[in-house]
């Protein structure tokens, strides 16, 4: 079986623009805004430049991403907007457009790359499709049990390594966010292996991802995150992956009733920013930016799981959503189902990451 590309490619495009319709509301909104302060300061007797130069940043710093302001990377890049705003005392201003509403899923890499957005947070399978490939291991399935795990790669000098390699794409790596594993949905329990079998199930864009569905007996289709609500609701798709905080912000409930807690595989992000954006900044510039975005992302990072935990208290008492568990020999074949995709990317990728994640951060202590 082959990942189906997404079949509705007007409704994508339809979606691309009606996004870049409000990201044009919202800057004509800002434009709005900085006048009607600047009419308010000549009002109270300040020169124009003096009025206009307490509103107007002498940098602005556009941070974009596809998800909801109430998940953990919508927090993270409001706590960065807002100690980048506290630090440089208003000079420099970090601009967020969450919900896609500047770029999606499928150009947002472009526009980095061609300077159109200065700061992304993609999730990491999106940088094994943009040619870092070593970036898929966050996508193998059950390769970890506990946060912990993760953190002693993405904090560490695996985790270093990594970020390092997006100099290969043009892409300068800063950091990494939580967001939290993921649980399986449909219209039914997708407990055992043949639950899965013939389903048309939402993934992002991953060599990865798609061996999993497919070692699953499912179909993959990839599709961008802002339409997946829209492809379960017409019937596109029959199902997702994702953790509970993105499933409840993104207003899933009404279009898929069974909630399968798998903690199959983990989702997180990287913070990616332009090269030559990061090169032009001012030394003490950069050093501020970097100093905001580490602490928004240790505070993100903090509050990861106890948002997935608040999501799935505030689903088991959702009207018409079933959340359901796995036995432990139920967990065990599902395990060993997808066990195939790793060897598989140990092949493609190489053994020697595999090993080392396995060596350094998996083994008990």
Known sequence: MRALP???RTLARLGRRRAGERATEARALRQWVSGLWLCAGMVLGLPAEQARAATTPEKVVRLSHVVAPETPKGR????FQELVAQASDGRIR?????????YGDDDEMEALQLGAVEILAPSLSKLGAAGVPEFDVFDLPFLFDTLSQVRCVTQGPIGQRLLDSLARQQMVGLGFLDNGFKQMSAQRPLREVADFRGLRLRIQSS????????ALGAH?????FGETRRALAEGVVDGAENPLSNFLTQGLAPVQRVITLTDHGYLGYAVVTNPRFWARLD??????????????????NAQAAALNAQA?????????VR?????????VALRRAVQPVQADFARRVGAPLLRDVTNQCLQPR
């Open 6 to 8: 997404f079949p509705l």
């Open 207 to 214: 060599r990865v991802l798609a061996a999993q569905m497919k």
């Open 94 to 102: 970090v601009e967020v457009y969450p919900d896609s509403q500047l």
């Open 312 to 320: 799935l208290a505030t689903l088991k008492q959702t009207a018409g």
């Open 323 to 331: 959340v359901v568990g796995l036995s432990a020999p139920q967990r």
């Open 283 to 300: 030394p003490a510039d950069r050093a501020l930016l970097q100093r905001a975005l580490q602490q928004a992302l240790a505070e993100g």
């Open 220 to 224: 993959p289709v990839v599709l961008p």
């Open 76 to 79: 993270m890049a409001t706590r």
